[in-house]
């Protein structure tokens, strides 16, 4: 069975930093695109960052530009989002997503939760 585990969500101060992890298991890691979603109280989900399968091409949401950066690591099966200068705003579930290119199936995890305050 596909599996995606997060891990890494916490409280942090605004301005702190904290990097979240995803661990893939049961899909040829390096043939999906690897996504980051949230998901704020009483708010839509939206996208906050993509890794596409080579490795190298990223997209991320305006809001987290300069703050936020996703890497992935094929020996781990592993997707990372680093964020820093976290802000109030940032406060929310983060999900990780992969997206099959042939098949176009996107797989969710559990999700993880962020809380930036003071």
């Known amino acids: 069975q596909v599996q995606l585990v997060e891990s890494g969500g916490g409280l942090v101060q605004p301005g702190g930093s904290l990097r979240l992890s995803c661990a893939a298991s049961?899909?040829?890691?390096?043939?999906?695109?690897m996504e980051w979603y949230r998901q704020a109280q009483g708010k839509e989900r939206e996208l906050v960052a993509i890794?596409?399968?080579?490795?190298?091409?990223?997209i991320y949401v305006e809001s987290v530009k300069g703050r936020f950066t996703i890497s992935r690591d094929s020996a781990k099966n592993t997707v990372y989002l680093q964020m820093n200068s976290l802000k109030p705003e940032d406060t929310a579930v983060y999900y990780c997503?992969?997206?099959?290119?042939?098949?176009?199936?996107?797989?969710w995890g559990q999700g993880t939760q962020v809380t930036v305050s003071s």
């Open positions: 997503a992969a997206l099959g290119r042939v098949s176009g199936y996107r797989y």
């Open positions: 049961g899909l040829t890691f390096n043939r999906y695109a």
């Open positions: 890794i596409y399968s080579d490795g190298d091409s990223t």
